[in-house]
Nanobody
Framework: VQLQASGGGLVQAGGSLRLSCAAS????????MGWYRQAPGKSREFVAS??????????NYADSVKGRFTISRDNAKNTIYLQMNSLKAEDTAIYYC?????????WGQGTLVTVSS
């Protein structure tokens, strides 16, 4: 599974951005897709995830982004999105797309989100 992330950029605090992640390759092997982020000097942390299928599983969010970020998927386009609203300076990080699939984990190249205060 290969992942291509896009949509990062510079935004003022309180603003919004939407990230996209397109998957290719063994699409049918994907179980869950999601986003992680890594701020300068910190470890990579979970942000949000969404199951690929309609198994009844729901999306999951880190407490720090609940109510501000929304993850969604478009299976027809093999793409997930992360709508980020009410951005804060502490959301500044490189955001990585992730896919959990039958053969393990795949990561995208990362996209930088910078929130100016």
């Amino acid at each position: 599974v290969q992942l291509q992330a896009s949509g990062g950029g510079l935004v003022q605090a309180g603003g919004s951005l939407r990230l996209s992640c397109a998957a290719s390759g063994s699409i049918l092997s994907i179980v869950t897709m999601g986003w992680y982020r890594q701020a300068p000097g910190k470890s990579r942390e979970f942000v949000a995830s969404v199951p690929r299928g309609d198994s009844g599983d729901t999306s999951n969010y880190a407490d720090s982004v609940k109510g501000r970020f929304t993850i969604s998927r478009d299976n027809a386009k093999n793409t997930i999105y992360l709508q980020m609203n009410s951005l804060k300076a502490e959301d500044t990080a490189i955001y990585y797309c992730n896919a959990l699939h039958w053969r393990g984990n795949s990561w995208g190249q990362g996209t930088l989100v910078t929130v100016s205060s």
